[in-house]
């Protein structure tokens, strides 16, 4: 699988593969940095190609996604993460119906159109998890990743890479920014976050969806009687941050950490972002945390999951073979045939071959025009008179040299198309003595009208699905006329 870790500058790419005994092997890793930093137009699709775009095809160069599952992960920076509390009464669908209406309330421009996504934490489903991403942004990474042969399998936050990798049930990840802490927190079913501050070494709550004390208290920062959870940090931490959070269960990341590294390895790649991209090699979250690339909708989360599929991965390979114990089969032996039945097998045989023999030799007669039963007296063989090539240029024989200049066009029009498009994307082609249609399905303008060099009588597009990364392009051409 190839991981590719999407920052605000730049991003990280890596290809790995499970190894003989159950681990991972991390193959290559490539940093490709932007033309220019993408924060500033999440919402343009041209800036987004020109920049973003360009960067993953330069990844693919120097690390082929044709023919592989690509998960992606994309920085917390163009993420917007809330949380919605759940009701006893109140099912799904209302839920969901009350988040796009959240997201709707918001009144943002029309070009600035966001995808809705949520999650919810069982068995307990406390809150819900909401997660809002520019939907230009979504749609330029999958259509980049499929225009090169490669399969968008997932895609979502860093923070949900870190959480819901599945190494515990409760977690939290910690982002440092200066002197604050950005915060994402899954406990006991239910998901927090907010900003937490250290002056002179003292904690302060900026902000959070959970109280001061329930907050400060679940990472072991004051004196409380309240569960602690381990906190992760992908970041660097120096002396003074690592003191601030001594008294917790802080586990700081080291990258490609659990991976067996190939000799191969020489990039030099971001700490941060170098972290993000082992969890989403090591970790679940690819396979369980709600996926970008999907519809928008809630997704369930459920922990026991993963640890019974982590249980199995990690035993298979150490199991040793049950071989299962069969009962000896006795094998029947087989009687030799008798005279009188090899007497029947071989008459059989010879009536086979005899009306085989005959039943060609009659097709034979008939295809010389010498029928074996019967003859039809109205069946006359006609000569053709030989063609006078005088006659022929003087234009007196009606022969239509038309015919051999259509047919050399129709072949010329088809030649260009194959050679210049892809035979699988092709819905509907349909070509006659007078006019080409055709239906094509792509994701960027196939320029058929350029192809062909013939003018259009009829041409639309679509979109082929709801998050309008495919589209189908519909024309129709008339053939000249030959005079």
């Given at each position: 699988?190839?991981?590719?870790?999407?920052?605000?500058?730049?991003?990280?790419?890596?290809?790995?593969?499970?190894?003989?005994?159950?681990?991972?092997?991390?193959?290559?890793?490539?940093?490709?940095?932007?033309?220019?930093?993408?924060?500033?137009?999440?919402?343009?699709?041209?800036?987004?190609?020109?920049?973003?775009?360009?960067?993953?095809?330069?990844?693919?160069?120097?690390?082929?996604?044709?023919?592989?599952?690509?998960?992606?992960?994309?920085?917390?920076?163009?993420?917007?993460?809330?949380?919605?509390?759940?009701?006893?009464?109140?099912?799904?669908?209302?839920?969901?119906?009350?988040?796009?209406?959240?997201?709707?309330?918001?009144?943002?421009?029309?070009?600035?159109?966001?995808?809705?996504f949520g999650q919810i934490y069982l068995p307990d489903e406390i809150n819900i998890h909401t997660v809002a991403c520019s939907t230009t942004l979504i749609r330029t990474i999958k259509l980049?990743?499929?225009?090169?042969?490669?399969?968008?399998?997932?895609?979502?936050?860093?923070?949900?890479?870190?959480?819901d990798a599945g190494h515990v049930s409760d977690a939290a990840i910690v982002l440092k920014n200066k002197n604050q802490y950005k915060f994402f927190m899954v406990k006991n079913c239910r998901f927090d976050h907010g900003v937490i501050a250290f002056s002179s070494g003292q904690p302060k709550l900026i902000s959070s969806t959970e109280n001061e004390e329930y907050t400060l208290g679940s990472f072991r920062l004051i004196k409380s009687d309240i569960?602690?959870?381990?906190?992760?940090?992908?970041?660097?931490?120096?002396?003074?941050?690592?003191?601030?959070?001594?008294?917790?269960?802080?586990?700081?990341?080291?990258?490609?950490?659990?991976?067996?590294?190939?000799?191969?390895?020489?990039?030099?790649?971001?700490?941060?972002?170098?972290?993000?991209?082992?969890?989403?090699?090591?970790?679940?979250?690819?396979?369980?945390?709600?996926?970008f690339f999907e519809e928008e909708k809630i997704s369930d989360f459920l922990f026991t999951e993963i640890f019974s599929e982590e249980k199995d991965i990690e035993k298979e390979p150490f199991s040793l073979p049950q071989t299962e114990i069969k009962p000896e089969v006795k094998k029947k032996r087989t009687e030799p045939i008798s005279g009188g039945e090899m007497v029947w097998l071989l008459f059989a045989l010879i009536v086979i071959m005899g009306l085989f023999f005959a039943m060609n030799y009659i097709k034979f007669r008939e295809s010389i025009n010498k029928p074996l039963f019967g003859e039809n007296e109205e069946y006359v063989i006609k000569k053709i008179d030989p063609i006078n090539l005088k006659e022929r240029s003087e234009g007196i024989?009606?022969?239509?040299?038309?015919?051999?200049?259509?047919?050399?066009?129709?072949?010329?029009?088809?030649?260009?198309?194959?050679?210049?498009?892809?035979?699988?994307?092709?819905?509907?082609?349909?070509?006659?003595?007078?006019?080409?249609?055709?239906?094509?399905?792509?994701?960027?303008?196939?320029?058929?009208?350029?192809?062909?060099?013939?003018?259009?009588t009829s041409y639309s597009v679509e979109s082929a699905g709801s998050d309008s990364t495919m589209f189908l392009w519909y024309y129709s051409f008339d053939f000249p006329e030959f005079e």
């Open positions: 699988m190839i991981g590719i870790v999407v920052s605000d500058k730049f991003l990280i790419a890596g290809v790995w593969s499970d190894d003989e005994n159950g681990g991972l092997t991390l193959h290559n890793v490539k940093q490709v940095n932007y033309n220019d930093p993408i924060s500033g137009f999440v919402h343009k699709e041209g800036e987004l190609n020109s920049s973003l775009g360009i960067a993953i095809r330069r990844a693919s160069e120097l690390i082929p996604f044709s023919g592989q599952d690509i998960a992606v992960a994309i920085s917390d920076d163009f993420i917007y993460h809330d949380s919605v509390e759940t009701e006893i009464d109140l099912a799904r669908e209302d839920y969901w119906d009350y988040v796009r209406w959240i997201e709707n309330k918001k009144n943002r421009p029309d070009n600035q159109k966001m995808s809705v980049s990743i499929s225009e090169l042969g490669g399969n968008p399998y997932w895609m979502g936050p860093f923070s949900s890479v870190i959480m569960d602690d959870v381990p906190i992760y940090s992908a970041d660097k931490l120096g002396r003074q941050a690592l003191g601030c959070w001594e008294e917790s269960d802080l586990r700081v990341m080291v990258p490609f950490d659990d991976m067996t590294l190939t000799s191969a390895l020489t990039e030099t790649t971001s700490h941060y972002e170098s972290n993000v991209l082992t969890s989403l090699a090591v970790g679940a979250s690819s396979r369980h945390s709600f996926n024989v009606d022969y239509d040299i038309n015919m051999h200049l259509q047919s050399r066009e129709i072949s010329n029009v088809i030649s260009k198309l194959f050679e210049s498009t892809e035979l699988k994307l092709y819905n509907n082609l349909t070509i006659t003595g007078t006019f080409i249609s055709l239906e094509y399905m792509s994701g960027l303008n196939p320029d058929i009208e350029h192809i062909v060099g013939l003018e259009t």
